[in-house]
């Protein structure tokens, strides 16, 4: 099975400063996807980003970007300017096209942004 | 927003007692999706479904049984509740393979 991990439980940024979150995950599929998930304190899910496997170029989403690394299986989230409001738990998630479509996500990464 | 709503929000049961979480979309979205939410655990699939009467395990599965009878529907069962189900938990639901997973409000279910 699919398994992803976030190797930073805690993670802590000065607000204005640029933080990266680290993810990896194992697979075997070539082809999937991987996702970003905020959740704030309100508990609701949020999507931040997501990454096509095929697609070599990094996604993109205003002050997040990616570094996707398939060799590696490592995709990071970076988020620069950070903000306020940046607070939360962040969640990595893959998510296969075999026949196995469920999508597996990480421990999360608790960021807290000082202003 | 995605038409997905979680019922109820919150419970409190004794243990022994089995207990139906309901998920509802508007969608029309073929998947469907239980997690769970623990502290240093992250998300864990209890069971999906990716139609009518189609379903399968997760990672946690153990304990709990769903069914989906129609699209709009997915239940989540505990046939006989545990303190260890005790826990937030989220439905999740996708238009395929292709698209991410929009989130419900969560249900937060405490056994005692």
């Known amino acids: 099975a699919q398994t992803v991990t976030q190797s930073q439980p805690e993670m802590s940024v000065q607000e204005a400063e640029t933080v990266t979150l680290s993810c990896t995950y194992d697979t075997s599929e070539s082809d999937y996807y991987l996702f970003w998930y905020k959740q704030p304190p309100s508990r609701q899910m949020i999507l931040v980003i997501r990454q096509e496997a095929y697609k070599q170029q990094n996604a993109t989403e205003n002050r997040f970007s990616v570094n996707f690394q398939k060799a590696a299986k490592s995709f990071s989230l970076k988020i620069s300017d950070s903000q306020l409001g940046d607070a939360a738990m962040y969640f990595c998630a893959y998510r296969g096209l075999g026949n196995n479509n469920d999508m597996r996500f990480g421990a999360g990464t608790r960021l807290t942004v000082k202003p | 927003d995605a038409g997905i709503t979680q019922s109820p929000r919150h419970k409190v049961t004794e243990t022994g007692t089995p207990v139906t979480l309901r998920c509802h979309q508007t969608e029309n979205h073929r998947y469907m999706y239980w997690y769970r939410q623990d502290p240093g655990h992250g998300l864990r699939l209890i069971h999906y479904?990716?139609?009518?009467?189609?379903?399968d395990k997760g990672e946690v599965s153990d304990g709990y049984s769903v069914s989906r009878s129609k699209t709009e529907d997915f239940l989540l069962t505990l046939e006989s509740a545990t303190s260890s189900q005790t826990s937030v938990y989220f439905c999740a639901i996708s238009a395929d393979q292709n698209t991410e997973a929009f989130f419900g409000q969560g249900t937060r279910l405490t056994v005692v």
């Open positions: 479904s990716y139609g009518v009467k189609d379903t």
